[in-house]
Protein backbone atom coordinates (compact mmCIF):
# COMPACT_ATOMS: atom_id res chain seq x y z
CA UNK A 1 0.00 0.00 0.00
CA UNK A 2 2.83 2.59 0.85
CA UNK A 3 4.81 1.72 -2.65
CA UNK A 4 1.03 3.07 -4.59
CA UNK A 5 0.40 5.86 -1.91
CA UNK A 6 4.00 7.30 -3.40
CA UNK A 7 3.25 6.57 -6.68
CA UNK A 8 0.09 8.70 -6.14
CA UNK A 9 1.98 11.55 -4.54
CA UNK A 10 4.34 11.14 -8.15
CA UNK A 11 1.06 11.12 -10.14
CA UNK A 12 -0.60 13.97 -8.47
CA UNK A 13 2.34 16.44 -8.51
CA UNK A 14 2.72 15.96 -12.07
CA UNK A 15 -0.73 16.70 -12.69
CA UNK A 16 -1.21 19.89 -10.89
CA UNK A 17 2.51 20.75 -12.49
CA UNK A 18 0.71 20.72 -16.18
CA UNK A 19 -1.27 22.15 -18.22
CA UNK A 20 -1.87 20.60 -21.88
CA UNK A 21 -2.89 23.12 -24.67
CA UNK A 22 -4.06 21.34 -27.94
CA UNK A 23 -3.19 23.09 -30.88
CA UNK A 24 -0.78 26.11 -29.11
CA UNK A 25 2.68 24.72 -29.13
CA UNK A 26 5.27 26.08 -26.94
CA UNK A 27 8.60 25.01 -26.86
CA UNK A 28 9.32 21.69 -25.26
CA UNK A 29 12.57 22.62 -23.78
CA UNK A 30 12.58 25.85 -21.92
CA UNK A 31 14.20 26.21 -18.37
CA UNK A 32 10.65 25.29 -16.66
CA UNK A 33 9.59 22.35 -18.48
CA UNK A 34 12.61 20.78 -18.41
CA UNK A 35 12.68 21.40 -14.87
CA UNK A 36 9.35 19.81 -14.78
CA UNK A 37 10.51 16.68 -16.69
CA UNK A 38 13.60 15.71 -15.10
CA UNK A 39 11.81 16.23 -11.70
CA UNK A 40 8.84 14.28 -13.25
CA UNK A 41 11.18 11.34 -14.38
CA UNK A 42 13.85 11.62 -11.10
CA UNK A 43 11.01 10.63 -8.34
CA UNK A 44 9.77 8.33 -11.35
CA UNK A 45 13.38 6.12 -11.10
CA UNK A 46 13.60 6.57 -7.44
CA UNK A 47 10.36 4.81 -7.37
CA UNK A 48 11.84 2.31 -9.85
CA UNK A 49 14.84 1.23 -7.26
CA UNK A 50 11.98 1.42 -4.37
CA UNK A 51 9.88 -1.62 -5.85
CA UNK A 52 13.08 -3.28 -7.12
CA UNK A 53 14.04 -3.09 -3.47
CA UNK A 54 10.23 -4.16 -1.89
CA UNK A 55 8.91 -7.80 -2.40
CA UNK A 56 6.10 -6.82 -4.17
CA UNK A 57 4.45 -9.08 -7.24
CA UNK A 58 1.56 -6.82 -7.95
CA UNK A 59 1.78 -6.97 -11.66
CA UNK A 60 1.11 -3.30 -12.11
CA UNK A 61 4.19 -2.28 -10.12
CA UNK A 62 6.36 -4.80 -12.09
CA UNK A 63 6.54 -3.04 -15.00
CA UNK A 64 8.32 -0.19 -12.97
CA UNK A 65 11.30 -2.71 -12.67
CA UNK A 66 11.84 -2.82 -16.24
CA UNK A 67 11.24 1.04 -17.17
CA UNK A 68 14.42 3.08 -15.93
CA UNK A 69 16.48 2.86 -19.08
CA UNK A 70 14.50 5.13 -21.21
CA UNK A 71 13.62 7.56 -18.54
CA UNK A 72 17.79 7.43 -17.91
CA UNK A 73 17.97 8.56 -21.55
CA UNK A 74 16.52 11.42 -21.27
CA UNK A 75 18.84 12.86 -18.56
CA UNK A 76 21.67 11.85 -21.00
CA UNK A 77 19.69 13.72 -23.65
CA UNK A 78 19.78 16.95 -21.72
CA UNK A 79 23.13 16.83 -20.88
CA UNK A 80 24.03 16.24 -24.38
CA UNK A 81 21.45 19.34 -25.72
CA UNK A 82 22.44 21.74 -22.57
CA UNK A 83 26.35 21.42 -23.43
CA UNK A 84 25.47 21.82 -27.56
CA UNK A 85 23.35 25.03 -26.66
CA UNK A 86 25.78 26.17 -24.44
CA UNK A 87 28.61 25.41 -26.96
CA UNK A 88 27.00 27.41 -29.76
CA UNK A 89 25.60 30.24 -27.19
CA UNK A 90 28.97 31.27 -25.69
CA UNK A 91 31.37 31.34 -28.57
CA UNK A 92 32.45 27.76 -28.98
CA UNK A 93 36.26 27.54 -28.26
CA UNK A 94 35.39 30.45 -25.68
CA UNK A 95 32.81 28.07 -23.88
CA UNK A 96 35.52 24.99 -23.96
CA UNK A 97 37.83 27.50 -22.37
CA UNK A 98 36.22 27.31 -18.87
CA UNK A 99 34.42 24.04 -19.97
CA UNK A 100 36.34 21.84 -17.31
CA UNK A 101 35.55 24.57 -14.59
CA UNK A 102 32.21 25.52 -14.92
CA UNK A 103 30.74 21.88 -16.23
CA UNK A 104 33.13 19.31 -14.19
CA UNK A 105 32.55 21.52 -11.19
CA UNK A 106 28.92 21.95 -11.07
CA UNK A 107 28.41 17.67 -11.61
CA UNK A 108 31.68 16.56 -9.26
CA UNK A 109 31.14 18.46 -5.67
CA UNK A 110 27.71 16.06 -4.69
CA UNK A 111 29.69 13.27 -6.55
CA UNK A 112 32.82 13.61 -3.92
CA UNK A 113 30.63 14.64 -0.86
CA UNK A 114 27.96 11.67 -1.03
CA UNK A 115 31.07 9.41 -2.36
CA UNK A 116 32.69 10.54 1.18
CA UNK A 117 29.26 9.83 3.06
CA UNK A 118 29.31 6.49 1.40
CA UNK A 119 32.72 5.91 2.38
CA UNK A 120 32.03 6.78 5.99
CA UNK A 121 28.97 4.86 6.24
CA UNK A 122 31.26 1.82 4.80
CA UNK A 123 33.77 2.44 7.60
CA UNK A 124 31.97 2.88 10.67
CA UNK A 125 29.77 0.22 9.67
CA UNK A 126 33.10 -2.32 9.08
CA UNK A 127 36.19 -0.63 10.29
CA UNK A 128 38.30 -3.82 10.26
CA UNK A 129 37.41 -4.82 6.47
CA UNK A 130 37.31 -1.14 4.95
CA UNK A 131 39.56 -0.85 2.31
CA UNK A 132 40.03 2.75 0.32
CA UNK A 133 41.42 1.38 -2.28
CA UNK A 134 38.61 -1.48 -2.80
CA UNK A 135 36.06 1.12 -2.42
CA UNK A 136 37.06 3.77 -4.48
CA UNK A 137 37.11 0.24 -7.21
CA UNK A 138 33.77 -0.58 -6.40
CA UNK A 139 32.24 2.97 -6.44
CA UNK A 140 34.03 3.29 -10.00
CA UNK A 141 32.88 -0.08 -11.10
CA UNK A 142 29.18 0.33 -8.88
CA UNK A 143 29.45 -2.68 -7.68
CA UNK A 144 27.23 -2.37 -4.52
CA UNK A 145 25.59 1.04 -5.74
CA UNK A 146 24.27 -0.06 -9.10
CA UNK A 147 22.79 3.78 -10.02
CA UNK A 148 26.36 5.01 -9.49
CA UNK A 149 27.32 4.01 -12.92
CA UNK A 150 25.30 6.61 -14.34
CA UNK A 151 27.90 9.49 -12.67
CA UNK A 152 31.44 7.18 -14.35
CA UNK A 153 29.38 7.44 -17.78
CA UNK A 154 28.55 10.87 -17.53
CA UNK A 155 31.69 11.49 -16.65
CA UNK A 156 33.14 9.96 -19.68
CA UNK A 157 30.50 11.57 -21.88
CA UNK A 158 31.27 15.06 -20.76
CA UNK A 159 35.10 14.68 -21.08
CA UNK A 160 34.32 12.83 -24.44
CA UNK A 161 32.33 15.96 -25.63
CA UNK A 162 35.25 18.75 -24.55
CA UNK A 163 37.85 16.93 -26.31
CA UNK A 164 35.87 16.03 -29.73
CA UNK A 165 34.23 19.65 -29.98
CA UNK A 166 38.05 21.27 -28.82
CA UNK A 167 39.74 19.42 -31.63
CA UNK A 168 37.56 19.02 -34.55
CA UNK A 169 34.46 21.12 -36.38
CA UNK A 170 31.15 20.67 -34.67
CA UNK A 171 29.56 18.30 -37.30
CA UNK A 172 32.59 16.16 -37.79
CA UNK A 173 33.37 16.41 -33.70
CA UNK A 174 29.21 15.44 -33.69
CA UNK A 175 29.88 11.87 -35.79
CA UNK A 176 32.47 11.57 -33.84
CA UNK A 177 30.74 11.56 -30.57
CA UNK A 178 28.15 8.72 -32.20
CA UNK A 179 31.10 6.74 -33.36
CA UNK A 180 32.64 6.26 -29.71
CA UNK A 181 29.21 6.02 -28.55
CA UNK A 182 28.39 2.90 -30.34
CA UNK A 183 31.77 1.33 -29.87
CA UNK A 184 31.23 2.17 -26.34
CA UNK A 185 27.77 0.17 -26.67
CA UNK A 186 29.51 -3.19 -28.57
CA UNK A 187 32.27 -2.78 -26.54
CA UNK A 188 30.27 -2.87 -23.06
CA UNK A 189 28.21 -5.93 -24.75
CA UNK A 190 31.22 -7.88 -25.76
CA UNK A 191 32.93 -7.21 -21.89
CA UNK A 192 29.37 -8.70 -20.36
CA UNK A 193 29.37 -5.48 -18.33
CA UNK A 194 25.68 -4.84 -16.99
CA UNK A 195 22.74 -3.28 -19.30
CA UNK A 196 22.73 -0.37 -17.67
CA UNK A 197 25.87 0.47 -18.73
CA UNK A 198 24.95 1.27 -22.03
CA UNK A 199 21.11 1.05 -22.68
CA UNK A 200 20.65 4.68 -22.26
CA UNK A 201 23.89 6.56 -23.33
CA UNK A 202 22.65 7.06 -27.05
CA UNK A 203 20.45 10.11 -25.17
CA UNK A 204 23.48 12.04 -25.02
CA UNK A 205 24.17 11.87 -29.03
CA UNK A 206 20.21 12.45 -29.50
CA UNK A 207 20.79 15.37 -27.37
CA UNK A 208 23.54 16.76 -29.48
CA UNK A 209 21.87 16.13 -32.75
CA UNK A 210 18.50 17.94 -31.74
CA UNK A 211 20.25 21.00 -29.96
CA UNK A 212 22.21 20.95 -33.52
CA UNK A 213 19.20 20.58 -35.28
CA UNK A 214 16.31 22.22 -32.71
CA UNK A 215 13.86 24.56 -35.31
CA UNK A 216 14.04 21.58 -38.28
CA UNK A 217 13.02 19.16 -35.74
CA UNK A 218 10.40 21.04 -33.87
CA UNK A 219 8.91 22.23 -37.34
CA UNK A 220 8.65 18.70 -38.89
CA UNK A 221 6.74 17.69 -35.10
CA UNK A 222 4.49 20.66 -35.57
CA UNK A 223 3.15 18.85 -39.14
CA UNK A 224 0.63 16.13 -38.61
CA UNK A 225 1.33 16.96 -34.78
CA UNK A 226 -1.28 14.34 -33.70
CA UNK A 227 -0.96 11.72 -35.80
CA UNK A 228 3.69 11.68 -35.16
CA UNK A 229 2.36 11.96 -31.43
CA UNK A 230 0.51 8.92 -31.09
CA UNK A 231 2.89 7.20 -33.65
CA UNK A 232 5.51 8.03 -31.20
CA UNK A 233 3.67 6.87 -28.41
CA UNK A 234 2.59 3.48 -30.11
CA UNK A 235 6.15 3.22 -31.25
CA UNK A 236 7.32 3.23 -28.01
CA UNK A 237 4.90 0.72 -26.38
CA UNK A 238 5.55 -1.91 -29.09
CA UNK A 239 9.14 -1.74 -29.34
CA UNK A 240 9.20 -1.79 -25.14
CA UNK A 241 7.01 -4.63 -24.58
CA UNK A 242 8.66 -6.39 -27.91
CA UNK A 243 11.87 -6.36 -26.25
CA UNK A 244 10.64 -8.27 -22.94
CA UNK A 245 8.74 -10.38 -24.86
CA UNK A 246 11.88 -11.29 -27.12
CA UNK A 247 14.09 -11.70 -23.85
CA UNK A 248 11.65 -13.71 -22.02
CA UNK A 249 10.65 -16.01 -24.76
CA UNK A 250 13.44 -15.91 -28.16
CA UNK A 251 16.62 -14.91 -26.87
CA UNK A 252 18.13 -12.73 -23.96
CA UNK A 253 21.44 -11.86 -26.47
CA UNK A 254 22.78 -8.35 -25.49
CA UNK A 255 23.79 -8.07 -29.20
CA UNK A 256 20.38 -7.77 -30.06
CA UNK A 257 19.27 -6.30 -26.82
CA UNK A 258 21.84 -3.10 -26.78
CA UNK A 259 20.42 -1.59 -29.85
CA UNK A 260 16.83 -2.43 -29.43
CA UNK A 261 16.92 -0.55 -26.18
CA UNK A 262 18.83 2.27 -27.76
CA UNK A 263 16.32 2.31 -30.57
CA UNK A 264 13.71 2.42 -27.72
CA UNK A 265 15.72 5.20 -25.80
CA UNK A 266 15.02 7.46 -28.92
CA UNK A 267 11.42 7.03 -29.52
CA UNK A 268 10.74 7.67 -25.83
CA UNK A 269 13.06 10.91 -25.94
CA UNK A 270 10.92 12.06 -29.13
CA UNK A 271 7.69 11.26 -28.13
CA UNK A 272 8.68 13.42 -24.32
CA UNK A 273 9.80 16.28 -26.78
CA UNK A 274 6.81 16.13 -29.24
CA UNK A 275 4.00 15.92 -25.71
CA UNK A 276 5.66 19.13 -23.64
CA UNK A 277 4.92 20.96 -26.94
CA UNK A 278 1.63 21.29 -26.07
CA UNK A 279 2.43 21.63 -22.73
CA UNK A 280 2.17 24.36 -20.18
CA UNK A 281 4.24 24.49 -16.40
CA UNK A 282 2.64 25.89 -14.08
CA UNK A 283 5.13 27.00 -11.11
CA UNK A 284 4.77 24.50 -7.75
CA UNK A 285 7.03 21.72 -6.61
CA UNK A 286 7.74 19.64 -9.26
CA UNK A 287 9.29 23.03 -10.67
CA UNK A 288 11.70 22.78 -7.12
CA UNK A 289 11.65 18.82 -8.31
CA UNK A 290 13.67 19.73 -11.23
CA UNK A 291 16.05 21.85 -9.94
CA UNK A 292 17.29 19.12 -7.32
CA UNK A 293 16.70 16.26 -9.98
CA UNK A 294 20.59 15.78 -9.96
CA UNK A 295 20.96 15.35 -6.71
CA UNK A 296 17.79 13.19 -6.15
CA UNK A 297 19.40 10.62 -8.97
CA UNK A 298 23.06 10.92 -6.67
CA UNK A 299 21.85 10.66 -3.36
CA UNK A 300 18.68 8.15 -3.67
CA UNK A 301 20.78 4.73 -3.84
CA UNK A 302 22.75 5.37 -0.62
CA UNK A 303 19.19 6.31 1.00
CA UNK A 304 17.63 2.99 -0.54
CA UNK A 305 20.73 0.72 0.32
CA UNK A 306 20.94 1.87 3.95
CA UNK A 307 17.50 0.89 4.48
CA UNK A 308 17.67 -2.23 1.77
CA UNK A 309 16.35 -5.03 4.19
CA UNK A 310 13.79 -3.44 6.19
CA UNK A 311 12.35 -1.96 2.82
CA UNK A 312 11.70 -5.34 1.93
CA UNK A 313 10.49 -6.61 5.31
CA UNK A 314 8.36 -3.52 6.04
CA UNK A 315 6.81 -1.03 2.90
CA UNK A 316 6.74 2.17 5.61
CA UNK A 317 10.61 2.09 4.88
CA UNK A 318 10.13 3.19 1.24
CA UNK A 319 7.96 6.55 1.93
CA UNK A 320 10.79 7.23 4.54
CA UNK A 321 13.76 6.65 2.11
CA UNK A 322 11.27 8.55 -0.29
CA UNK A 323 10.98 12.01 1.49
CA UNK A 324 14.47 11.66 3.07
CA UNK A 325 15.69 11.24 -0.73
CA UNK A 326 13.91 14.63 -1.50
CA UNK A 327 15.15 15.94 1.75
CA UNK A 328 19.23 15.57 1.36
CA UNK A 329 18.74 16.17 -2.21
CA UNK A 330 18.10 19.38 -1.47
CA UNK A 331 20.56 20.44 1.48
CA UNK A 332 23.32 18.65 -1.53
CA UNK A 333 21.82 21.10 -3.81
CA UNK A 334 22.26 24.06 -1.70
CA UNK A 335 25.87 22.73 -0.86
CA UNK A 336 26.52 22.00 -5.10
CA UNK A 337 25.18 25.60 -6.00
CA UNK A 338 27.11 27.37 -3.37
CA UNK A 339 30.27 25.70 -3.46
CA UNK A 340 30.80 25.65 -7.02
CA UNK A 341 29.98 29.42 -7.58
CA UNK A 342 32.54 30.02 -4.84
CA UNK A 343 34.84 27.71 -7.02
CA UNK A 344 34.06 29.43 -10.55
CA UNK A 345 34.00 32.98 -9.02
CA UNK A 346 37.77 31.78 -7.80
CA UNK A 347 39.16 30.33 -11.37
CA UNK A 348 37.73 33.80 -12.63
CA UNK A 349 39.68 36.07 -10.56
CA UNK A 350 42.76 34.12 -11.30
CA UNK A 351 41.92 34.58 -15.07
Known amino acids: MILFLILFMILIMTIFSIRITPGNFTAALSYDKSNAM ?8 VFHHLVLESNTSFIGLEVFKYIAFPLVSVFFFFSGYGLIKSYYKNGGQIFLKQYAIKRMTRLLIPYIIVIIYYGLYKYFREPAAFNPGDFLTDVFLAREIGPLWYMTVILFVYALFGVCFKYLKAVTARRAILA ?8 CIAFSAPSQWYSSIIGFYVGILYGMNEKKVTDSI ?3 YFVKLFLLFFGFVILFGLRLVVSSRITDSE ?6 RSAIDIVFILFLISLFEIIEIKKNAMLFIGKISYEIY ?3 PFIIYSLAKKILDDEK ?5 FLCSILLAY ?3 VINVRLSKNIINHFNRVE
Open 317 to 321: YSLIA
Open 255 to 260: ILHGPF
Open 298 to 300: LIH
Open 38 to 45: KGILALVI
Open 331 to 333: ILN
Open 180 to 187: ATVVYIFS
Open 222 to 224: HDR
